[in-house]
Nanobody
Framework: QVQLVESGGGLVQAGGSLRLSCAASGRSFYHMGWFRQAPAKEREFVAAITGSGGTTNYADSVKGRFTISRDNAKNTVYLQMNSLKPEDTAVYYC????????????????WGQGTQVTVSS
């Protein structure tokens, strides 16, 4: 089991940037992902990265604006978010260890507590 702690959320104006971090404890070479959940909406996939960091996957809504990366020496996964839009407002969750690489379902086995991202127009 891996414990995940997100940080880096906050309030930003549209067009701005934020970088989220997810610190993992325990075994950390899992595939990792970011999801988000807006009020009254289902949790949705944002991005994922393989354990080696060599392959990434993005939701169409964030492709070209967000970048997922990881530093295995620091047991940390990042989500760089640029050109933010009001519709990116949500609680962002870090997740680890999906049942299979490539899934965009929220069925990863470990989750962080979430960090709020609010984009004002």
């Amino acid at each position: 089991q891996v414990q995940l702690v997100e940080s880096g959320g906050g309030l930003v104006q549209a067009g701005g940037s934020l970088r989220l971090s997810c610190a993992a404890s325990g075994r950390s070479f899992y595939h990792m992902g970011w999801f988000r959940q807006a009020p009254a909406k289902e949790r949705e996939f944002v991005a994922a990265i393989t354990g080696s960091g060599g392959t990434t996957n993005y939701a169409d809504s964030v492709k070209g604006r967000f970048t997922i990366s990881r530093d295995n020496a620091k047991n940390t996964v990042y989500l760089q978010m640029n050109s933010l839009k009001p519709e990116d407002t949500a609680v962002y969750y870090c997740a680890a260890n999906p049942p299979v690489w490539g899934t965009t379902n929220p069925d990863f086995r470990s989750w962080g507590q979430g960090t709020q991202v609010t984009v004002s127009s």
